[in-house]
């Protein structure tokens, strides 16, 4: 069942378009990840789907409720976390909760019991009496995570949730995250890969405000397994090595990395699906006389995917230039 | 209405731990007692002084006293006002919280409503203890004046206060500076008021003029004159901002994030 349905979702700021023809939807009980460098046009999709602002064209429907013409009730229905935990620093922590309680709808008969709720999930309940300006980065981040949380909405959208928290509560924000999933619909938007492949049942992946790609994690590393990556560890110069590496037909996105203080370089090296040549590589490094330590396939994470995706076309063009 | 309500308490509870609403507060009082103080003796002097001179003392000197009183209210209310209006929406935007409120299910009408009504309360409490100074004249005079006096003055400046306030409150939110909107505020008040000073000059233009002064409509009531005129004047000047003030708030949803 569908939750929440983008169709064609475009926003021009003037001259420049954010979002793009943004189309997707999300299943009851699901947990969504936007995945996209800076820039890309997650928060701004964000942004029209909690009805902060409008859609230059293009539809976006939550349970149902069209965010523009219903935008009330969508409201009511939603909880979310923009980038910065939008907080008030002189109240405290329990203050602060029972006022977004009241601006979310939520009865005065259960009120307590949902910012105590909110506290407990969001494990903050020894800071309830804290003024929010005297909190860490980290704490503040919680009182955000608890304030989308406090009416219990179908709904919840989250702008990098886990930024400032170190690691241990990363932990716990995923798990929390998990936990609340199929009784609440989720969407959260993200830098951190590994936090999409651990949390998220789809991954959007959206580049300069176009999606590039809507899949399962699993779903999109075996997509793009056909590709291969290589990795060798040479004893050479590390501009002529990147320049006969590039030369190789089918190779594409040679990066070498910074070379150890014995003088070896790693260089890992992209080709295209179904093209083995590792072969040549090992063939060409001999052949120029430098030493040859170690090469093999290293198969594509969901970062590497994330790149090949995002990257500007212009990366892929230059090996080309080479030959 | 319930929107209503949690802004309402939450806007009273930041005046209270907001160190400008108190030195705002405590600089207009000491103030206002000063300048009832100058006020009280002058009227004092002026009639001994026509004693002196054997004219029978005619003047209505609580009634002067009143006058002068609220007059020197209206002007500092005039200087003040920017100072508690223009963090209303500018914080708000800075701190992100604008972000909460227009996505949380409450509208337009209640947030400004909500935070209007705040800044009218502080503004009432903020007035109250000058009824001390008023408390003290009428307990000194012989005959004391007619309760509807003290009554309209203080209905004027409350309406007074409440158009100045509105108008503060509008242009606080168009910036997220409360500098530039404190610096606006005070360039706008210093109009309004110029307008009313040009008043007595007279002739066809400077009465239009001095029609649409937010001052001049204040003069009848510390006389104890309650005019329909300038009661609908008032309460539509502030109807007109707090309109403009919801239409203000609704823009921000089109503004660059």
């Known amino acids: 069942m569908i939750e929440v349905e983008v169709k064609n979702l475009t926003k021009a700021f003037g001259p420049v378009t954010a979002v793009d023809g943004v189309s997707f939807s999300v299943n009851k009980g699901e947990i969504l990840g936007f995945l996209g460098p800076n820039g890309a046009g997650k928060t701004t999709t964000m942004r029209i789907l909690t009805g902060y602002m409008p859609a230059t064209s293009g539809t976006a429907a939550i349970a149902g409720f069209d965010v523009f013409n219903d935008s009330l009730e969508v409201r009511r229905r939603i909880g979310y976390l923009p980038e910065a935990p939008p907080v008030y620093p002189d109240m405290s922590v329990a203050a602060y909760l029972d006022f977004v309680a009241r601006i979310k709808g939520v009865p005065a008969e259960k009120r307590r019991e949902r910012v105590g709720d909110a506290l407990k999930k969001t494990n903050i309940e020894d800071k309830r009496a804290e003024l929010i300006k005297r909190l860490s980065r980290g704490y503040k981040q919680r009182v955000g995570l608890a304030q989308a949380l406090v009416h219990d909405p179908e709904v919840i959208i989250l702008d990098e949730p886990t930024v400032g928290l170190d690691p241990k509560q990363i932990i716990e924000v995923r798990h929390l995250i998990k936990g609340l999933a199929g009784s609440h619909t989720i969407i959260l938007s993200t830098h951190i890969l590994p936090e999409v492949s651990m949390t998220c049942d789809r991954v959007v992946i959206i580049n300069k405000g176009k999606v590039a790609a809507v899949d399962t994690p699993q779903n999109l590393t075996s997509r793009l397994k056909g590709g291969q990556k290589i990795r060798v560890e040479v004893q050479a110069p590390a501009k002529p090595l990147e320049n006969l590496l590039a030369q190789i037909p089918g190779a594409h996105r040679v990066n070498v990395e910074q070379a150890r203080a014995d003088g070896r370089l790693t260089a890992t090296v992209e080709t295209a699906p179904g093209q083995d040549i590792r072969s040549q590589i090992a063939a060409k490094i001999i052949e120029k006389g430098w030493a040859l330590f170690e090469l093999r396939g290293v198969s594509m994470s969901l970062e590497d995917i994330f790149l090949e995706l995002t990257t500007d076309d212009a990366a892929h063009a230059q090996p080309a230039a080479a030959n | ?257």
């Not at chain 2, 000058?130 to 003290?136: E, L, N, R």
């Not at chain 2, 649409?212 to 009848?220: I, M, W």
């Open chain 2, 1 to 257: 209405m319930q929107g209503f309500h949690a802004m309402y308490r939450k806007e009273m509870g930041h005046y209270f731990v907001s160190p400008i609403a108190y030195i705002v507060v405590g600089v207009f009082l000491i103030l206002s007692a000063f300048f009832f103080d100058v006020i009280l003796s002058d009227v004092i002097q002026q009639s001994f002084a026509m004693q002196m001179q054997g004219m029978p003392p005619e003047i209505d000197m609580p009634g002067e006293v009143l006058r002068a009183f609220f007059g020197i209210l209206s002007t500092l209310v005039l200087f003040i006002t920017p100072m508690l209006t223009m963090g209303i929406y500018a914080e708000e935007r800075k701190r992100g919280t604008m972000e909460l409120l227009m996505t949380s299910p409450i509208t337009e009408i209640e947030i400004v409503l909500g935070k209007f009504l705040a800044s009218l309360t502080l503004y009432a409490i903020m007035l109250l203890p000058t009824a001390g100074c008023v408390i003290f004249l009428y307990l000194h005079s012989d005959p004391m004046p007619p309760w509807r006096l003290v009554l309209a003055a203080y209905a004027g400046l409350l309406l007074l206060g409440g158009s100045l306030l509105a108008l503060g409150t509008f242009i606080s939110s168009l910036t997220e500076n409360q500098l530039i909107a404190a610096v606006l505020t005070f360039a706008a008040f210093l109009i309004v008021w110029v307008l009313d000073i040009g008043r007595n000059t007279g002739g066809d233009v400077t009465n239009a003029l001095h029609y649409l002064s937010v001052v001049g409509h204040y003069q009848d009531f510390t006389r104890g004159i309650v005019d329909t005129s300038a009661l609908i004047y008032y309460v539509s000047f502030i109807f007109l901002f707090v309109f403009l003030t919801v239409r203000s708030v609704d823009s921000m949803r089109w503004r660059r994030a």
